[in-house]
């Protein structure tokens, strides 16, 4: 598993994809930060914080992060190189596993940079160290479970078709939806007593939660379960070729 893992590693920092990610990841979030003349400026906003980059990174997430998990399966699919996978002494489990963590790794990898952020505004506090330091910990960590939740999506919608192109679409809208649809169909008022329950199927309500910095154990348990459906989604999928 582990050498698989490394594989997928490999591909991703050997090819343009990666480097891409995570530079256009930076650059965007740099420029809206710092650049912009926009709500999210942290130079213009009065007081020390970089609740921005938790507002705007979801959004960014949104795109980057199927296109990180477009070519999992389907590029194994598409060069039949899928058959040769299946065969090696792997589980389906191990097999997916590491191709989600690789994934998750290079989204690490992109956030490892915005802590220059976090130093930046720290010392640019007045006085100096004048930020919420939990809050910020906490939108991290929300901010990591919900990378991981559009991973374990792009990852099945990448198992259900050979087409990389298909797999970044379906998983755009898919995120997208279960990310604030969720808040749309809440906001229309059609469910009555059960509008806050609907409210909290989206991952906004958990992600939001998470960003105030109380690590609340609903929202962690949320998070796991939806990663775990979509994980068994891609097992099923998976499975469904030996049918």
């Known amino acids: ?9 490999s591909l991703f920092l050997s090819s343009l994809i990666g480097h891409i990610v995570i ?12 650049v912009f003349p926009v709500g999210s400026n942290i130079l213009n906003h009065g007081y020390a914080t970089v609740d921005g980059l938790f507002i705007q990174a979801p959004f960014v997430f949104l795109f980057l992060i199927p ?10 699919k598409r ?14 489990v191990q097999i997916i596993a590491s191709k989600m963590l690789a994934s998750i790794s290079l989204v690490v990898l992109a956030l490892l940079p915005t802590l220059i ?29 919900l990378a991981s939740a559009f991973v374990a999506i792009g990852v099945f ?3 259900i078709t050979d087409n990389q192109i298909v797999a970044f679409i379906v998983s755009v809208f898919l995120s997208g939806f279960i990310y604030i649809g969720f808040e749309f169909i809440y ?8 509008d806050l329950f609907i409210q909290s199927l989206g991952i906004q309500t958990h992600y939001v939660s998470m960003s105030r910095g109380v690590i609340d154990s609903r ?25």
């Open 157 to 159: 919608v990448s198992s």
């Open 67 to 76: 296109a990180v998990t477009m070519r999992t399966f389907s590029e194994e």
């Open 187 to 194: 906001n229309l008022d059609l469910f009555g007593r059960f």
């Open 79 to 92: 060069s039949g190189t899928i058959e040769l996978l299946l065969t090696k002494p792997l589980t389906d």
């Open 219 to 243: 929202d962690v348990v949320y998070f796991l379960s939806l990663i775990a459906v979509f994980f068994l989604l891609t097992k099923i999928s998976l499975e469904s070729r030996k049918w």
């Open 23 to 34: 530079v256009v990841f930076l650059i965007i979030n740099s420029l809206f930060l710092w």
């Open 1 to 9: 598993m582990f050498t698989l893992y490394k594989k997928e590693i």
């Open 117 to 145: 952020y976090v130093i930046t505004v720290y010392f640019l506090g007045y006085p100096v160290g004048n930020i919420d330091m939990g809050g910020t910990w906490g939108s991290y960590i929300g901010l990591l479970f």
